[in-house]
């Protein structure tokens, strides 16, 4: 099923010594065929430093750059119902963007390209699923903030994301992932894999175990209030990690909100707390060495500054101090998930070396002792932003 483009690529790439820059890629050529791309492939290389899903970089001969996306469908059952969510989800918003002034559409919002028979993925020969996104080309998909200024300008844009979607039909979505941030649920989960012990690893992560046995009352402070009818179900993002927001090379302006996988009903709570934990530190997250990981108030400040300015408006007094209790709990979720993932042998998150979740399960947990040893301050900061 080769296309002759492809095969003719091969043989020029062979005949004049030229090889992709990875050889191990040439499959992929074939691949990325199926793809209306401009231009004929010169090279295909992993990008990007996700957890979840194979992402490449495609470039051609007409000076175009693609993302190439195999989806990850132990954790994506469904890959068509994302694909559909996220059809529905980027025509609402680019419909808004269209009526804005000053917005660039093509570097401002993720634009899929579809395939020759007009679907937006390609389900290849062995049941992998594929999609293409166009490449947002000199932008930075920061793992950890450079400053202050680019994490409010980042806050702003998840904010903005947030809002923009508030008027978008949330009974058109597919659950992406069930009980994605329902924290109890994640805890259980927790609880029965340490149970299992399927790989003996328990009794070498007494301390970090007991650290969440600790907390078992945090789990529900969220999802007690949502199910009050304390706390309004919104459409969010619910993976708002800092690498998933392109900031601009030059202007250091965020540019683009990326990684729409999860887009699902869910609380404020979850995406502000998830930037909160991933941008609000001074160390990486898979830091192996702790005396480099605290949790930076100024940061923290700056971000509820941003995010609370562009979406909050309409927040009464419970959602913003939802905020800072989302702060801490999408922390020690992920923490919690990262634990539980090293517990079951890491099955999950793409690792790069051993003992990689439990690293990335250590940094989580300080940062939530940080925030508990600061709590008061940090109650102080975000009452700031209650608007009576
Ligand atoms: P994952 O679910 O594995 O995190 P992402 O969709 O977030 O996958 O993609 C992984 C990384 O690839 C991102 O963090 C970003 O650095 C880069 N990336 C993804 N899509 C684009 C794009 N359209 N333009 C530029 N970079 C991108
Ligand atoms: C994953 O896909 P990525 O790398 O942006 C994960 C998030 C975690 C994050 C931790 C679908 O995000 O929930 O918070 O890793 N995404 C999924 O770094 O599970
Ligand atoms: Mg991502």
Redesign the pocket.
Known sequence: EDKPVVVEAIKNFQEQGLYPENIWTLPYLTLANHFKFEGDILTVNPTG?????DTLLVTTDAGKKYILQRL?QS??KEPKNIMENIENVLSHLKAKLEGMPNVDLERELLTLVYTDSGDCYYIDKTGDFWRSYLYIDHTISYDIVPNTEVYRSCAKKFGEFQKLLSDFDASILHE??PN?HNTPVRFETFLKTLEADPVGRAASVKEEIDFLLARKEDMHALTDKLEAGILPLRVTH??T?I??VLVDADSKEALCVI?L??IMPGLAAYDFG?CI??GATSGA?DEPDLTKVNFVTELFESFAEGFIGAVGQNFDEEEIMSLLMGAKL?TLE?GM??LTDHLDGDN??KIHRENHNLD?ARTQFKLVQDMENQWDELTAIIKKFIVK
């Open positions: 430093n996700g957890h979840i899903n990850n954790i994506f992406a992932i994605f619910n993976d990690k690498n998933n990684d996988d999860t998830d934990r991933s997250e999408m992920c998930r990262f999950y998150f990335r």
